[in-house]
């Protein structure tokens, strides 16, 4: 990237390499992910089925599929009554069916100097019988064990996002890492009348083992959690920072 090069809507130096909100935020934040493309190596490791690694410096970044759900996008999504017929001549120019709506879970990994730092869980094993929860499988594909990722960070409290947190009997699903996420973001989820069941085995589940952070705390070195509210009230992001 060269010096202070516009992303989206607004300037970063090149030190500052990517930031992201979940999956769906990195393309944003990015503009798409060609601009990753240029930045690749020949030092690149080798990709395979259900996940998609990328060198970034001195960062390496692993992409994991844990499945995809489908189905029409209205009402659940982009529900605006008034705005339905506008949307959808819009996805139709876009090539896109509304009937034909596909939702992908993509947690990833960070690697960075000796950190595994794992960006959310997916849907959990409850969902296998969906082709969904498949984070920790393809995690181990990918050549990680979930006992060497180091550090786990919630970007917010959706069952696509924590639900792979335990195992089936509520066994931690990362039992070395260390487990991060928005104080606001798990006290607005941990103390609803009646949480989801996510929710209860997850994030209340593993409550005392949460080290609850506000914006820009360093997650691991090059590594830093920015708020990125609007999904949900106090989503957050993950910021690498190149060290060179
Ligand atoms: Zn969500």
Redesign the pocket.
């Known amino acids: 990237m060269n010096e202070n090069q516009t992303l989206g809507s607004g300037k970063i130096s090149r030190r500052t390499l990517l930031k992201v909100g ?1 999956a769906a935020a990195l393309t944003a934040a990015v503009g798409g992910l060609p601009r990753f493309a240029r930045t690749q190596t020949t030092s690149m490791v080798p990709n395979g089925a259900g996940y998609y690694r990328f060198k970034v410096d001195d960062a390496t970044i692993i992409l994991l599929s844990d499945g995809q759900s489908t189905g029409q996008i209205f009402p659940r999504f982009a529900g605006n009554p008034g705005r339905q017929d506008a949307y959808t001549a819009a996805l139709r120019a876009a090539y896109l069916d509304p009937a034909a709506f596909a939702n992908n879970f993509i947690p990833m990994v960070v690697e960075i100097g000796r950190n595994k730092i794992l960006v959310d869980t997916g849907i959990g094993p409850g969902a296998l019988a969906n082709r969904q929860g498949l984070t920790l499988t393809h995690l181990q594909v990918a050549g990680f064990s979930p006992q060497e990722i180091d550090t786990v960070f919630i ?2 409290g ?1 069952p ?2 924590i639900g792979g947190l335990t195992v089936p009997g509520g066994a931690p699903a990362f039992p070395n890492a260390r487990l991060l996420v928005g104080a606001a973001e798990l006290n607005f989820w941990a103390n609803q009348a009646t949480p989801s069941p996510a929710v209860g085995a997850n994030l209340i589940a593993l409550r005392n083992r949460f080290t609850l952070v506000q914006t820009n705390h360093e997650i691991a070195p090059g590594v830093t959690a920015v708020m990125t509210p609007g ?2 009230v106090n ?1 957050m992001g993950v910021m690498v920072t190149s060290q060179n």
């Open positions: 979940g970007t917010h959706h696509d996002h999904h949900t989503h």
